[in-house]
């Protein structure tokens, strides 16, 4: 296979635009709403009062396995604990995807996984809460994990020179994608004005997260190549797998750029993946909506992030040309503690739109340049999906310790407020951490002789 393919590279992109609508409609968009909605109504039910006589600000409790929880603080820690099992499992699955050449197979399953459980949440029921919850859980378990053998396509289909190009692009299709769905879920949802049929309607939409996913992802699946490198697996592959890894994690830790690079990774983009993850439960909690327009205020939010995200994607790839890949990470993670000193003082539904433009345009351009700058810096390898498996790792354990202690602060403060202090330490250190990534590759041996 040659690389620069477009047929190929149109196949790549094309994920993105099938799995995006997960991130929006389920992670960010409509179900942390109708999530919340559903827990007021089992709490007001519990007690025996009207959803509408719940005091201003009383905090909604619910009961998973027997523990008293507040419902953003149990979507928090069961997010956590997904990221925490993709954690464990892409390097382990990663090396017997590169020894058998099956990260194709990979990557269609978890697929599957993903969007079959976004599908299930038709059926959520407060009532049986924990159900629910491990739906959420396998949602994020397939999207997450499919994403590491997604990303392991990058550098065996493009050259290094437009990896930037090419992953911003995967970005900005992933955006306008799940945009349009969102779009569609809008109008119907808002087609009514009867409480319960918006409810219903909820539900549907993420069925259609589920059909969009499996069949958008078609057009990936009738083009990536399968085994680039022509592996031929002996019996005992899957020890064999683990070996490999070994082997790749040895040649990992001879590396400097790419392992400074990893660490100041994990700091800022556990910032920017609780800012996705929690900002809607932020907003919900702490801006002053008018009556009833809360809802409708936090989709435009959301819908403006999504526009403003495709064209930050754009503008930070061409910036990369001009400045490089750290410096226009330097200057991405840089707005994000704006941001954040920004978050933590508003109050007033105009100051979160500003907040939600200026997020649009920083988030999409550091999630791809952040992507092609671990690609380019790879060694010269064969098992793509064993080194970005430490990229995935290393991206799912911060997410687990960021929304983690998003949770753990207003466990702990009574404000979720005093959460964005935590999201703003982690994008200061990891703007200190890009200072020490070397321009060149510099190997350990060489340091060692020095």
Not at 360 to 369: F, H, S
Not at 395 to 423: D, H, N, P, Q
Request: proline residues 3%; contains cysteine.
């Amino acid at each position: 296979m040659e690389k620069g393919d477009k047929r190929i590279i149109r196949g790549w992109v094309f994920y993105d635009w099938a799995n995006s609508v997960y991130n929006l409609v389920i992670s960010s968009a409509i179900f942390p709403i109708f999530f919340d909605i559903q827990t007021k109504l089992e709490y007001a039910k519990s007690i025996g009062k009207d959803v509408k006589e719940l005091p201003e600000g009383q905090p909604i409790l619910v009961d998973f396995f027997g523990l008293k929880l507040s419902s953003s603080v149990l979507f928090s820690f069961t997010l956590s604990a997904s990221f925490l099992l993709v954690s464990f499992l892409s390097p382990l699955l990663s090396g017997v995807a590169d020894y058998t050449g099956s990260k194709k197979k990979f990557l269609r399953f978890f697929c599957y996984m993903g969007a079959l459980s976004c599908m299930s949440l038709y059926f959520f029921n407060p009532a049986r809460i924990e159900l629910g919850m491990f739906s959420v859980f396998l949602a994020s378990v397939g999207y997450w994990n499919s994403l590491v053998f997604y990303n392991a396509f990058l550098p065996e289909i493009a050259d290094v020179n437009d990896h930037d190009r090419i992953s911003a692009r995967g970005f900005t299709m992933g955006y306008f994608g799940s945009m349009i769905l969102l779009v569609i879920c809008l109008a119907l949802i808002m087609s009514t004005d009867v409480g319960s049929e918006k409810l219903n309607y909820m539900r549907y939409a993420f069925v259609f997260v589920g059909i969009w996913w499996i069949g958008f992802s078609q057009f990936t699946y009738r083009v990536l190549p399968n085994n680039v490198y022509d592996k031929k697996p002996e019996p005992g592959y899957l020890w064999r797998g683990f070996r490999e890894l070994k082997i790749v994690y040895r040649e990992f830790k001879s590396t400097v750029r790419l392992k400074r690079y990893l660490v100041a990774f994990f700091f800022f983009n556990t910032g920017v993946q609780t800012v996705m993850l929690m900002a809607t439960i932020f907003a919900n909690k702490e801006i002053e909506w008018p009556e009833g327009s809360g809802s409708t205020g936090l989709i435009i939010a959301i819908l403006l992030i999504q526009i403003l995200g495709a064209i930050g994607a754009f503008i930070m790839s061409k910036v990369s040309q001009r400045f490089g890949n750290i410096k226009t990470l330097m200057i991405s993670v840089g707005f994000w503690i704006i941001i954040c000193a920004c978050a933590f003082s508003i109050h007033k539904p105009t100051e979160f739109y500003f907040l939600a433009a200026s997020v649009g345009l920083v988030m999409g351009g550091v999630q791809a340049i952040g992507r092609s700058t671990y690609s380019k810096f790879l060694p010269e390898t064969t098992d793509h999906a064993s080194y970005f498996s430490f990229y995935d790792a290393s991206e799912k354990i911060g997410i687990v310790i960021g929304t983690l202690f998003f949770g753990l602060m207003e466990f702990w403060t009574g404000s979720i407020r005093y959460s964005i202090v935590a999201v703003a330490a982690f994008f200061i250190i990891g703007f200190v951490a890009l200072l020490f990534v070397p321009k060149e590759e510099i190997e350990v041996s060489d340091i060692k002789k020095a």
